[in-house]
Antibody, heavy 121, light 110 residues
Framework: EVQLVESGGDLVLPGGSLRLSCAAS????????MDWVRQAPGKGLQWVGR??????????EYAASVKGRFTISRDDSKSSLYLQMNSLKTEDTAVYYC????????????WGQGTLVTVSS | QAGLTQPPSVSKDLRQTATLTCTGN????????AAWLQQHQGHPPKLLFY???NRPSGISERFSASRSGNTASLTITGLQPEDEADYYC???????????FGGGTKLTVL
């Protein structure tokens, strides 16, 4: 059974930093693209970024709104995905979901339960 | 980033048919198709359809998906109370090199 468990969400001051983690199990982590998607309270889904798999050199992509502030990384030996968030803004407040993409097409196949990040003074 | 366009809300009677739309352009829906996600209040989204209009295992056959040009559609027949949820479309935008989502449609079953 595929499981994705996010952790690390917290209350942080504007301008602060936070690192989210996603522990994956039930599949061969290194084979899959992994994304972060967020959802502000009462709002729709917003893509944050992507980590491609080993076969695609672990390249990353980011939404324009987070590029230069957020960094996605992964540790295949630990089946874990990370999201380092710096220079946080109040508009980054959201539930952050870790998502596994299917092999083809690259669609959002499995979702974690999410972790809440609140940016507020 | 420019997103996909979905109607904010749709209301239909029990056992009726609802068709939800998702409009993009030639850089996203027009050449990639759109995946569909269902989200019940307080839960993470669930994949209903892949971009190729294939249904993951376990998804009811009352749900179907199609595309015409730059518009993707999700049709739900025989509406049930449990179909009341938010529905999102998503796809890759080749000009933005980014995933784009629709704003979501809240489906109410009366």
């Amino acid at each position: 059974e595929v499981q994705l468990v996010e952790s690390g969400g917290d209350l942080v001051l504007p301008g602060g930093s936070l690192r989210l983690s996603c522990a994956a199990s039930g599949f061969t982590f290194s084979d899959h693209y992994m994304d972060w998607v967020r959802q502000a309270p009462g709002k729709g889904l917003q893509w944050v970024g992507r980590s491609r798999n080993k076969a695609n050199s672990y390249t990353t992509e980011y939404a324009a709104s987070v590029k230069g502030r957020f960094t996605i990384s992964r540790d295949d030996s630990k089946s874990s995905l990370y999201l380092q968030m710096n220079s946080l803004k109040t508009e980054d407040t959201a539930v952050y979901y870790c998502v596994r993409l299917c092999a083809s097409p690259k669609d959002f196949e499995y979702w974690g339960q999410g972790t809440l990040v609140t940016v507020s003074s | 980033q420019a997103g996909l366009t979905q109607p904010p809300s749709v209301s239909k009677d029990l056992r009726q048919t609802a068709t939800l739309t998702c409009t993009g352009n030639s850089n996203n829906v027009g050449n990639q198709g759109a995946a569909w996600l269902q989200q019940h209040q307080g839960h993470p989204p669930k994949l209903l359809f892949y971009r190729n209009n294939n249904r993951p295992s376990g998804i009811s056959e009352r749900f179907s998906a199609s595309r015409s040009g730059n518009t993707a559609s999700l049709t739900i027949t025989g509406l049930q109370p449990e179909d009341e949820a938010d529905y999102y479309c998503s796809t890759w935008d080749s000009s933005l090199s980014a995933v784009v989502f629709g704003g979501g449609t809240k489906l109410t079953v009366l």
